[in-house]
């Protein structure tokens, strides 16, 4: 078996999923840094199904945003991503033109676990 014949640890779809949650995830960071918000921690989750047929594109995106901080509001949080996901994202705006992409986030006190 040549190494050819082994599949990468990450292929170039799920580099896709990688970019989008890179670029949305930068976004929201930086937004609300602006709106002076401070966010103990922050992770972003992409999930995705492809259609069946060549050339198997991603089909439905799921991306999980999970933020955690005090006093986080609500209304900050859903502006930053509404934000992100209708204006900034570039890989997002182009993948969304193949693909539903769906998100959902969670807000977390600090060191709360995700269940």
């Known amino acids: 078996m040549s190494h050819l014949d082994k599949s990468p640890a990450v292929g170039p779809m799920q580099l896709l999923l990688a970019a989008l949650g890179g670029c949305t995830g930068m976004d929201i960071i930086s937004i609300l ?22 050339p198997m594109v991603w089909k439905d995106i799921e991306v999980t945003y999970l933020l955690w901080g005090e006093n986080l509001k609500v209304k900050d949080v859903e502006q930053a991503i509404e934000l992100s996901e209708q204006k900034y994202c570039s890989v997002g705006i182009m993948l969304g033109k193949a693909a539903t992409i769906k998100s959902t986030y969670r807000i977390l006190k600090p060191g709360e676990p995700v269940r």
């Open 33 to 54: 840094k602006k709106k002076r918000v401070e966010l103990a921690d922050f992770q972003v989750k992409v999930s995705a199904e492809r259609v069946q047929d060549y």
